[in-house]
Each structure stands twice: as structure tokens, then as C-alpha cells.
């Protein structure tokens, strides 16, 4: 097992609230004669960079990831939800905040601000036994997350996780209190299955770091945001191959749950922190970076429905709070969609908005969108001109073969472009151009969607105090937004060149 650590919250108040946990009226009964029961556990599971068109549930291959499916089959499915912003650390936070960035503190690779309340300090103040494994570096600063126990590395054995959560649930029991278990699994971030950079980390794809059968190039399908080309189907297939072995990771996670004897009295929510890491996607707020696939299972829900309502991760905290029984923190910027499962609502949203502030590499690439169903408008002040966009999606395969193809397509050519040089103010029609490659923000036919979206946009960034809201106004009055560079200061230390990994 890796670096395990214990840090125990003030005994008296923990075993306080273990005692008013077990009193507590359930808040699903409301609408019924008052009743006590035992607190729901909450198993939260999360996913490394999946793409949301991979599981068969999302539409993608029906064998690859059967463990994830059959959760999928006995939960509710969210498949219009997004991240809010797509990079591992502040995704994961605005997650666990239900806060915009800007709000929370937690933009890039920067920790939330210091008294922040976080989905773990609010359910140990209730009296759970809270338990992390994995990503806890991407959940700071420490008094926010002051876990019972963690397991930390980046260990993507099939089992590590199953072991961490057990020992989580078994000192749980012990102690007498619900459980929250997070278990973050580092499938299928890069390096990908099979690839020379992974077959240190991977130990050669042996034992419980290999797939029963690898998925070869001319199986996978190439995304709309790629190119068909050979070395793009080599890194795919590698991509589909770690994606296969969190499937068998997720598998062995919920036989843990089944042996606890708890996963009748569990909540069960998977996600992932954004999307694959691969161009025109993860780190940028392009379709592919920010749709991701929301799951949400608990003993007596009824039966399974699929909402195609928008939402976004910032909805997962005060949805479990109120699943919980729990009172959500005040000026949240995410919403509850337990009224919505329950059939007592709608959510009555029709747009979203995602964010990315700086990277890994510590530049800053600011870009806001804002979404509905079908039209996505993107306005990135970092162009100016003279910085490229460089992340950690363009190292392996895809981007140098996409690349190297520029030289002699000029379609190709173009995309390059468009994705290193980026394009101030862009407006896409998904459902038409999935790809996001043909710009209309000049299209007399969409005028009065990019005026109202654009307005709309405008008005939400100022509602929750967007710093980048001068840059808007700016730019739609015709001057040159102006982004601060200081990469000194947000860089992710210990990523060698920095291309880190977002």
C-alpha cells in the first residue's frame, strides 16, 4: 500500500455528531410520516480525463467498459453534464465546493481558499468517517480536506483502489460512523496503456495493470475533434486501453462496496474530473474538455431515469447534501437535482458556463464559454497574437502526427492553427459541426443567438464576481483584452519541462 496517513478531527465533537447522525431524520421521507433510520454512506468514484463518448451508456462501445455500464443501468444518468472547469485540480474543487473558481479561489493549480466549507469538512462535521484515495494533492488546502485516511499515489493497479476503499469502509465500521469514501482513480490520464512512457509506471502491463484483451488501432473511432490519421489511432487505442482498465478498477471498487454489507444503505455517484487529453479538448473549453458523464445511484431511488437537463459538477455537492439530509452552505453557485430525480421539479437551466484561468505550465489561457443545448459561443482574451497555447494534450502521439500532416494539408494545416493560436471570440453549432471547426461567429443567420448568448455570458460574469468581465466588456467595445502571464507564480512545481499534467 502507498503513503498512508491518519489525522483524526477532535474526538469528542466526532463522536457528538456519530451520535446525532443515527437520529437524524432522513430527508427523502418528508413527504412522509418523520422517520429514523441510519445515514446514508456516500462512494463517490471519479475518472481521470475519461471522454464522455466512451462509455457504452454515453453511446460509445457497449463491451469496453461493462463494469461502469452496469452501474450506469441501475443509476440516474446526466448526459448533458459538464465540468466546470476542465483540469484536474480545480475541477475536482469546484466539485467538492460547489463554487465558480473565481469564488472558491481554487482558478488553476492553486488551493481553495482557507475556510471554504468542502463537501469532506461538511460531511465530518456530521459525523462521516470521510476517506480519500488518490488525487488528495488535487484537493487543498489540507484544513479544507482534513481527511480520516488517505492512500496517496499514482498507482493505477486494478486493485489499489479497491484496497484503499475497504480499509476506509472497515475503520468506518469501526469507529461506528457513515462513510464517505472518494476513491480517484489515475486511469486513463496519460501516460496511456501500452505506451513506452508507461511501462515503468505500469510494471510492463503485468498482473493487475493489464486488460484482458487490447483494443488495436483500427478498432477505435476517431473523435470529431481529431484527425484519422495512423499515429492518432495508435495513441487512441493505447487511450481505450486505460479507459478498459478503470472499468476493471470501478468493478473491483464496487464488489469492496457489496462485501461491506453497506452498498444497500450507499450512495453511489461516478464522474469524471473532464475530458480526454487529447487536442481541441482537456485544458481547453472545447466540447470534448468539458462534457463529461454523471452518475447518481442510492437504495430506493426508484427507477433509473436519463436527464438531459444541463448540469454541471458544481451541482454534485449540494445534490449529496440534500440526499444526505444536510443543509447546503448558503451563495452556492450549484444547485440541487434532487428535486429533479425525485419528479418534484425542474431545474429550469438553460445555459452553462465553463472556465479555464492558468494551466499547469503556469500560463495563462483564459477562455469562458457559455453553453446550451446545441450552441456553444467561446471567448478567449488570452489571444493576443503572440502566445501559443502549449499543454500537456500535445505531448505523445496525436498532436505531433497532427502536426507533421500540417506541413502538407492545409486543412490540417488550419486546425493547427486554430488550436495553438486560438481564436478571440468563436460560435459553434455542435449538433452540426461536433468538431467545433467552422467558426459562425460572423454568420448573419445566428446574429441574434450570439447576441443574446453573448449577453447572457456577459451577465453571469458579472452576477458571480468574474475577474475576466473587463475583458469582455473590452473586447465587445473593439479593444485588445489585456492577460497577465505569470507563470512563476501558477506553475505546477515538479513537472519538468512544464507541460505538466493538468
Known sequence: MSAVSMSKRNFLLGAAAAAMASTVPFRLAAAEAPVKRKRMNLLLITADDLDWSIPGFMGGRPDLMPNLDALARRSHRFVNNRTVVPICMPSREAMMTGLVPHRSGGTGFTPVHVGTPTLTSLLQDAGYYAGAIHKVDHMMPHECFQWDYVQQSKDRSTLIQANGARVAMEEARSGRKPFFVNCNSNDPHRPFYGSP????????????????????????????????????????????????????????????????????????????????????????????????????????????????????????????????GLDAPEGLNGESLLPLMMGQGELGRDFTVTYVN?????????????????????????????????????????????????????????????????????????????????????????????????????????????????????????????????????????????????
Open 197 to 324: 512512457a508507461a511501462a515503468l509506471v505500469d510494471h510492463d502491463q503485468t498482473g493487475p495493470y493489464k486488460v484482458a484483451r487490447e483494443i488495436k488501432p483500427h478498432e477505435v473511432v476517431v473523435p470529431p475533434i481529431l484527425e484519422d490519421l495512423p499515429n492518432v489511432r495508435v495513441e487512441l487505442a493505447q487511450y481505450w486501453n486505460s479507459a478498459q482498465r478503470l472499468d476493471v478498477a470501478i468493478g473491483h471498487i464496487l464488489q469492496v462496496l457489496e462485501e461491506s454489507g453497506e452498498r444497500d444503505n450507499t450512495v453511489i455517484v461516478f464522474c469524471s474530473d473532464h475530458g480526454m487529453p487529447f487536442p481541441f479538448a482537456k485544458a481547453t473549453c472545447y466540447d470534448y474538455g468539458t462534457r463529461v458523464p454523471l452518475l447518481i445511484s442510492w437504495p430506493g431511488m426508484g427507477e433509473p431515469r436519463e436527464f438531459t437537463e444541463l448540469t454541471t459538477h458544481m451541482d454534485i455537492m449540494p445534490t449529496l447534501l440534500d440526499l444526505l
Open 358 to 502: 492558468t494551466l499547469s505550465n503556469g500560463n495563462a489561457y483564459t477562455t469562458r464559454a457559455i453553453q446550451d443545448h446545441r450552441y456553444s459561443l467561446v471567448f478567449s482574451p488570452w489571444v493576443d497574437g503572440k502566445l501559443k497555447f502549449r499543454a500537456e494534450s500535445m505531448l505523445g502521439l496525436t498532436y505531433p502526427a497532427m502536426a507533421e500532416a500540417a506541413k502538407t494539408d492545409r486543412r490540417i494545416a488550419a486546425r493547427i492553427e486554430q488550436y495553438v493560436s486560438g481564436i478571440p471570440m468563436a460560435f459553434y453549432d455542435l449538433e452540426a459541426d461536433p468538431g467545433q471547426r467552422r467558426n459562425l461567429i460572423n454568420d448573419q443567420r445566428h446574429a441574434g443567438r450570439i447576441k443574446a448568448m453573448t449577453d447572457r455570458l456577459l451577465s453571469e460574469m458579472k452576477r458571480t464576481g468574474d475577474p475576466e468581465v473587463a475583458n469582455l466588456e473590452t473586447f465587445l467595445a473593439g479593444g485588445q483584452p489585456v492577460v497577465t502571464q505569470d507563470p512563476q507564480k501558477y506553475r505546477l512545481r515538479g513537472r519538468g519541462r512544464g507541460n505538466g499534467e493538468d
